[in-house]
Every structure is written in structure tokens, then in C-alpha cells.
């Protein structure tokens, strides 16, 4: 398959679809290599989803397989954790790679709602020690 | 297919899929011009915006890439353009927070901060067109306008 | 030489000067190879000269084809760029000053120029005057492109060396299982912040650290771009999922911070490298231990 200007449709290295396991009482997503924009707005759908219909209490979104975050991509991880918090869920962000980091700070966007950590490891470290999230709470900008 | 013949491309934006072109002809040149790792994000992501840009705002475009010399300093030029309604404020556009499309309003001003060099040429009702350069060391020190 | 075909009077003066240099490629070649730019360069044997006038000879009338007399960026000189460089720095290493190479390259001209007049003896003064003119023009660019490859390859090196220094001298040191720290040293400028930040969150990636501590003790002052820089560390951290303390700051450079009117709201700091490597250890929960009898089972 090719569009008109002869280019296979799917790119190579792009994901088509992002999986959303579930781990006892958490959804683990691991985004990796480039991802389109409708693929990330279908993932967001599919968390909401699964927050609602399984009743876990927390979300891992693994990033450490993705070269780029945009503003687009991040405003779409802000909204996930918004959203998931509404659900009464918590979202962690891990394994976000140094220059992505320096590259959304440039860019303006430092997401201050939303935890992190280093790695997906960490990531449920996090959600399993902090039941109630306030130790960790990183900043007072959080949706209750 | 035009991400493997190298560092000069014309690739079009029309549709999402085509931004993943984009970030990845970006990438490969960008990496073959000897961009360290950083700066090699930081075109990506303000190209991912610009054509972003172009396919939200401008209503598509197309993207133009090319090596850039200046005295023995090596860069890639990026230029994407539209045949979009253009820029009625431009200062306006620029600025942090200020979206006409619903995202986040970093676009511009985000990918702005993120080369070395940034010029923007709107025409109400004509078009747009959006030129970085980043350089794949130091930036060199102006000889005289780019 | 093959049938030389006679001084034309068509084409540009441009394509004049192009088609000349390529016709007395050889002779100007020679005579260049007997001045100073290219003799004292060249010491091993003369032959060595030619062949890099010869180069020379070649990317000017090539320049010349493509009509950018005046732009020292044209293509044609990125072949010999390398060559002029080394010619260039050869005279540096032997104290030559810029006016001095100027000069230099500029004794390269009445050769060519001489033999171009010859050449045309039979135009009309105008089309001497036009051909003399873009020579001398190509000429001036030469020396344009000598000066500036000799000073680019100067700050090079420059360049090279204060990349050296900013790696010396930003050194990541893990403190405890899940914390590293850099002792900052020196005057912070933008290029330095910058490996600074890339520095320790390479750190933070490869110790696994949870805290990296930013201890500035050393630093004489900070501006709003250095404060700038340790803010953009700090949310660049957090992102990746650590948390940035800076650490050392003194009085005047906390006075300086409130008196620039910066908001380190959101930045942990602590007055001593022990007092933020406590705070980490305390947030890790590492419990500290007086060294009293139970000292041997510190950890």
C-alpha cells in the first residue's frame, strides 16, 4: 500500500497502536518509537476507558523508547493524568531521556502537574509506597 | 522515498502521518550533519511543531530541508510553507500561551527557543512561511543576515 | 600550450577572467610558486609549491565560471579551504601578523594580473579595464577567504579547548546509592550551564539517582541567565523524575537572586552540600546514626 506520493502508508519505526496492559492494580503503557497523532489521541481515549471499567488506582506511562515529546504529545500526557486523576487514578510519566527533558523545558512545557520517575521500575515503586500521594505530591498545581 | 536520498528534501505535510516524515527526515539529516543528541531533539520537536503548524493552521503545506554552510560551520535549514489565510499578528503568534488551534500555544514561540536562527513571513490570505537553521556546533557568529 | 585561443572579447568579464585562468593555469601556478606565500610554505620542494598553486588556480577560476567574484562562500574555494587553512596557520605558528598574510596573499596578485594585461593587449581599453577589474576583485575575495579560514580555524581551537575545560571541569560525583552531586567551580556562563545540565542528567540516568544535587560554593556570582539555567536543570530533572537541591548558595549571591527579583520558589536549596545530601538521604529514607556504639552497622 502507497499514498500518491508513492510512500508506504505505514512508516516504518511508527506505532500504529499502543497496548495498555494491566498489572494487579495498574495500567502499564510503554509508548516507543514515533507515534502519529491519532494514535495518541486513541490512547488517551482507550486509558480513560479502561480506568473506568477495571477501577485500577494507578498508571505507568512508560516513555523511555520515545526520541521526541512535542508539545502536542505532551499536552496529550497532561491529560491523561488529568483526566485519570479524575477517575481516581494516579499517572506516573518514567523514563522520560535527558534530552527530551531539556527539550520540553525549552520548549516552555515543564508539565508541573504530573509525576515522574525514572523508570517504569521507580514508576510502580512510586504508586505502590504512596497510597495516599501526599508525601510525593510534586506540586500544589495537582487536581485533587 | 524521500528520507533515504539524504539531507535536501521537499517532503509535503498534509495529514498526521506525514509529521512522522517529517520527524524522521529531520532526525537522519540532522544525525548525518553531526548534530549532537540534544541538538538533534531540539530541531526534531521544533520541526514537529512548525509542521504541526502547517497542517493545523495553514491547512497544509510542505517542508523544505537543506544543508546550510557558513565559513566552516555546518547547519540544516528547514522551511515550511503554506498557502493557509497567513498571520494577521505576528507578534501575537509568537507569543508563549496564544493558540488559535487548541493546543497548547507553544508552538511558534516554543519552537523559536529551540534553533538558532527564526524567521517568519505571513501574508494575510497568501501564505506562510516559517525558516529555521540550527547548526550542528556552536552557531557561528553573524557575518551578516542570513 | 595547446592553440591558445586569443584574448576573446565575448562573455562576461567574469567568463574573461575564468577562461584566462584556466589557459595560464601553468604559468600562474609557476610564479605564485616562487612567492613567499606559497615558498616559504611549501619548503620541501618546489613541485609541492605548483601543485598547491595549482589548486588555487583552479578554485578561482572556478568561482570565476560561477560569477560570485565577491563571495567568499562560493563553492569553488571549499576545495582549497583546508589547504589555505594550513597555509594560514603555518604563518600564525610563525608570528606573522593578519596585515602581514593579507600582504602576503596580496603579492599574489601582479603576477596574474600582469600576464592578464598581456594577454589582452589586442581588447579595447574598456574590456581591459573590465577583466583587470573582476581579477582584482576575485583577488580581494582570495584574501577574504585566507584571513577568515585562518581565523575560524583559531577559534576552532579555542572552541576545542573551552570544551575541554567545561568537561574537566563539571565532574558528577555519586555521594549514596541514588544521589550524585556536581561541585560547581568558577564563573557559570550560558555554554557551561548548558554542559552543566547535560552532564548531570546523563548522570542521573546512569547512577539511577533519585536526587542530584547542584552545589554551587564555588561559583562567584550568578546572574539571571546562570539562575535561568539552574531553574531550566531543576524542571529538566524533575521531568525525567529526580529532584534537583541546589546547594551553597552564598549570602551575596542569595541577596544577588533577591535582588534580581528571581523566583527559586520551586527549587529546593540547602546551605551546605551536607545539608542537602541529609535532605536527600532523609527523603530516600535513609536513616542517619550518631557514630556511637552502634556505629558498625552504619549504612
Given at each position: 500500500m502507497s499514498d500518491s506520493y508513492g510512500r508506504p502508508v505505514s512508516v516504518p519505526g511508527a506505532s500504529a497502536h499502543v497496548p495498555v496492559l494491566r498489572l494487579g492494580d495498574v495500567l502499564l503503557v510503554t509508548l516507543q518509537g514515533d507515534l502519529y497523532d491519532s494514535v495518541a489521541q486513541q490512547l488517551q481515549e482507550d486509558i480513560g476507558a479502561t480506568?473506568?471499567?477495571?477501577?485500577v488506582t494507578g498508571v505507568v506511562i512508560d516513555i523511555s523508547g520515545m526520541e521526541v515529546v512535542d508539545s502536542y504529545l505532551g499536552r496529550v500526557l497532561a491529560e491523561i493524568a488529568a483526566?485519570?486523576?479524575?477517575?481516581?487514578?494516579?499517572?506516573?510519566?518514567?523514563?522520560?531521556?535527558?534530552?527530551?527533558?531539556?527539550?520540553?523545558?525549552?520548549?516552555?512545557?515543564?508539565l508541573p502537574g504530573l509525576r515522574t520517575a525514572l523508570n517504569a521500575e521507580a514508576a510502580m515503586d512510586l504508586l505502590a509506597r504512596t497510597g495516599s500521594g501526599s508525601r510525593f505530591r510534586r506540586s500544589s498545581a495537582e487536581h485533587p | 522515498m524521500p528520507t533515504s536520498a539524504g539531507v535536501e528534501a521537499c517532503l509535503p505535510i498534509g495529514s498526521d502521518l506525514d509529521l512522522v516524515w517529517v520527524r524522521q527526515h529531520v532526525r537522519q539529516a540532522a544525525a548525518r550533519l553531526g548534530f549532537g543528541l540534544v541538538e538533534q531533539t531540539k530541531l526534531v520537536t521544533a520541526a514537529s511543531e512548525l509542521a504541526r503548524n502547517t497542517l493545523v493552521h495553514g491547512g497544509g503545506g510542505r517542508m523544505d530541508s537543506a544543508q546550510v554552510t557558513r565559513g566552516r560551520a555546518v547547519g540544516l535549514r528547514l522551511a515550511f510553507s503554506d498557502d493557509g489565510p497567513g498571520i494577521a499578528d505576528l507578534e501575537l503568534a509568537l507569543k508563549d500561551g496564544y493558540t488559535s488551534g487548541g493546543g497548547l500555544g507553544m508552538g511558534l514561540g516554543g519552537a523559536r527557543r529551540l534553533v538558532h536562527e527564526f524567521s517568519l513571513e505571513s501574508t494575510v490570505g497568501v501564505g506562510t512561511t516559517v525558516t529555521v537553521v540550527s547548526w550542528a556546533s556552536a552557531p557561528p557568529r553573524l557575518r551578516e543576515e542570513f | 600550450m595547446p592553440e591558445q585561443e586569443a584574448a576573446g572579447t565575448q562573455g562576461s568579464p567574469a567568463d574573461e577572467v575564468g577562461a584566462f585562468l584556466r589557459r595560464r593555469r601553468e604559468q600562474i601556478a609557476q610564479r605564485?610558486?616562487?612567492?613567499?606565500?606559497?615558498?616559504?610554505?611549501?619548503?620541501v620542494s618546489?613541485?609541492?609549491?605548483?601543485?598547491?598553486?595549482?589548486?588555487?588556480?583552479?578554485?578561482?577560476?572556478?568561482?570565476?565560471?560561477?560569477?560570485r567574484m565577491h563571495d567568499t562562500d562560493a563553492a569553488g574555494f571549499t576545495v582549497v579551504r583546508e589547504q589555505l587553512a594550513r597555509m594560514g596557520a603555518a604563518r600564525s605558528r610563525a608570528?606573522?601578523?593578519?596585515?602581514?598574510?593579507?600582504?602576503?596573499?596580496?603579492?599574489?596578485?601582479?603576477?596574474?594580473?600582469?600576464?592578464?594585461?598581456?594577454?589582452?593587449?589586442?581588447a579595447p581599453a574598456e574590456r581591459v579595464r573590465d577583466c583587470t577589474t573582476a581579477l582584482t576583485v576575485l583577488m580581494g575575495?582570495?584574501?577574504?577567504?585566507?584571513?577568515?579560514?585562518?581565523?575560524?580555524?583559531?577559534?576552532?581551537?579555542?572552541?576545542?579547548?573551552?570544551?575541554?575545560?567545561?568537561?574537566?571541569?563539571?565532574?558528577?560525583?555519586?555521594?549514596?546509592?541514588?544521589?550524585?552531586?556536581?561541585?560547581?567551580?568558577?564563573?557559570?556562563?550560558?555554554?557551561?550551564?548548558?554542559?552543566?545540565?547535560?552532564?548531570?542528567?546523563e548522570a542521573i540516568v546512569e547512577q539511577h539517582a533519585r536526587f542530584a544535587i547542584l552545589d554551587i560554593t564555588g561559583v562567584p556570582t550568578v546572574d539571571s541567565l546562570v539562575a535561568q539555567h539552574l531553574m531550566k536543570t531543576v524542571a529538566a530533572a524533575r521531568l525525567m523524575g529526580a529532584e534537583c537541591v541546589v546547594s551553597g548558595i552564598r549570602p551575596a549571591i542569595a541577596q544577588t537572586i533577591v535582588h534580581l527579583g528571581l523566583d527559586l520558589g520551586t527549587v529546593v536549596t540547602r546551605a551546605s552540600l551536607a545539608d542537602a545530601l541529609a535532605y536527600a538521604l532523609h527523603e530516600l529514607g535513609?536513616?542517619?546514626?550518631?557514630?556511637?556504639a552502634d556505629g558498625a552497622r552504619l549504612r
Open positions: 480506568i473506568a471499567t477495571s477501577g483526566q485519570s486523576s479524575l477517575l481516581a487514578a494516579r499517572t506516573v510519566v518514567a523514563g522520560m531521556r535527558p534530552a527530551v527533558a531539556i527539550t520540553l523545558v525549552e520548549l516552555g512545557l515543564t | - | 605564485w610558486a616562487d612567492e613567499s606565500m606559497f615558498r616559504t610554505v611549501f619548503t618546489r613541485d609541492e609549491a605548483a601543485e598547491a598553486a595549482r589548486h588555487v588556480v583552479d578554485a578561482l577560476a572556478e568561482v570565476a565560471d560561477a560569477e608570528g606573522f601578523t593578519t596585515a602581514q598574510v593579507s600582504a602576503e596573499v596580496e603579492g599574489l596578485r601582479p603576477p596574474a594580473l600582469n600576464l592578464l594585461i598581456s594577454d589582452l593587449k589586442d575575495t582570495l584574501r577574504l577567504v585566507v584571513l577568515d579560514t585562518a581565523l575560524s580555524e583559531g577559534q576552532a581551537l579555542i572552541e576545542r579547548q573551552q570544551l575541554q575545560l567545561l568537561e574537566v571541569a563539571t565532574p558528577v560525583i555519586k555521594l549514596w546509592d541514588g544521589i550524585v552531586a556536581v561541585p560547581l567551580i568558577g564563573t557559570l556562563d550560558s555554554a557551561r550551564s548548558q554542559v552543566v545540565m547535560e552532564t548531570l542528567l535513609a536513616g542517619i546514626v550518631g557514630p556511637a
